[in-house]
């Protein structure tokens, strides 16, 4: 008997082992079989299948698990889609700027007789800045007239730039206009008001009152050295013109203000201004961005302290020189913090004649 009830335990021990066994493996791939999931699913997203989701079954702490894995998902792919539209962006954003680059003139340029330098610099990848310049032939056989512009359209982005794209469409047209119409290119030499309506229809046209541009226009007759002008809301610009003294320049504020373009369909203009160019002087056109650099709330470097760079720097330099030396003083300054609205700076003088 003894020996009997030894085996009988032995043999109830066994079999509770075994079952012990059995249940312990039945749980093993009931808690296995989620995780499985979990790998395939995972396995999935690694081979970019990013539909991929799990099942939520099982215990408290598996439901919590899945869940956790297909929010996981969905902010994958919602990333992946911003990460799209962001690389969508930045290419359109560098199109544009690209576009952009082609409708500014070179650093150099000639018109007529007129030598024109410049420097340019936006903000951000566009921007508003644009000035452009074009010969006006003359029926009378005498060299042509040079109309040269340089305006600032609201704000910097893409959305000035495209207001700036229609400007340069609208100096293409008037263009063909003057080289078409004799009578029309006289009337744009004698009053360049005519050249601002059309670019304050065009502007007005293309934002519909929703974004502004000032623009200055000028006029150089080479044959009366006449230089007439009308303005838009923007920065009047100087003449430097050789002094008595030997080595002096005076700087001479040209063009009167008046109403920015684009606000509405029809606009008046203000005055015409008229000025003598004698051929030893120099045009100054330039947007308020380099008039206008705020450090800690104070304008560093405004009209008052440029106008002296220009009687200073003018009276021993010219063109790109005089360009290049502005620009240096410029950029000692607004590098101390970003940029903050597009620059343009433009010296225009004459070429001597033989």
Not at 142 to 163: E, K, M, N
Not at 182 to 208: E, G
Not at 216 to 221: N, S, T
Request: include cysteine.
């Amino acid at each position: 008997p003894m020996y009997q009830s030894i085996a009988q335990v032995l043999l109830l021990c066994l079999g509770f082992i075994s079952l012990s066994l059995l249940l312990a493996r039945r749980m093993g791939d009931a808690m296995a079989r989620p995780l499985e999931y979990l790998q395939a699913a995972a396995e999935r997203i690694k081979e970019g299948n990013f539909e991929a989701r799990v099942r939520v079954e099982g215990d408290a702490e598996f439901k919590t698990l899945q869940n956790a894995f297909n929010t996981m998902t969905e902010r994958i792919i919602s990333l992946i889609g911003a990460e799209n539209d962001k690389a969508t962006l930045e290419s359109a954003i560098e199109l544009a700027e690209a576009v952009q680059k082609t409708l500014i003139p070179p650093s150099k340029t000639e018109q007529g007789r007129v030598e024109i330098h410049s420097r340019v610099r936006m903000a951000d990848h566009c921007g508003g800045d644009w000035w452009g310049a074009i010969q006006i032939p003359k029926n009378d056989g005498s060299a042509p007239a040079t109309l040269i512009l340089v305006g600032d359209v609201t704000g910097h982005g893409i959305g000035p730039a495209l207001v700036t794209a229609a400007a340069q469409g609208c100096l293409l047209t008037i263009e063909t206009w003057v080289n078409q119409n004799p009578a029309y290119a006289m009337q744009v030499t004698q009053d360049p008001r005519m050249v601002l309506h059309t670019f304050n229809r065009v502007v007005y046209a293309a934002a519909k009152g929703s974004i502004g541009m000032t623009l200055f226009a000028a006029v150089y007759d080479h044959g009366t050295q006449n230089l007439c002008t009308a303005n838009a809301a923007h920065q009047r610009a100087y003449l430097l013109i050789p002094g008595e003294t030997p080595g002096t320049v005076q700087v001479m504020p040209v063009g009167t203000s008046g109403k920015a373009l684009g606000e509405e369909g029809e606009l008046e203009i203000g005055q015409v201004t008229s000025h003598r160019w004698p051929p030893e002087a120099q045009l100054i056109l330039f947007t308020d961005g380099i008039i206008e650099v705020m450090i800690d709330g104070k304008n560093s470097f405004d009209r008052k302290k440029f106008s002296h760079l220009l009687r200073d720097l003018g009276a021993k330099s010219r063109g790109s020189t005089l360009v290049n030396a502005l620009w240096k003083e410029w950029e000692s300054v607004a590098s101390k913090v970003p940029q903050q609205d597009d620059v343009t700076l433009i010296v225009c003088n004459l070429k001597k004649v033989a």
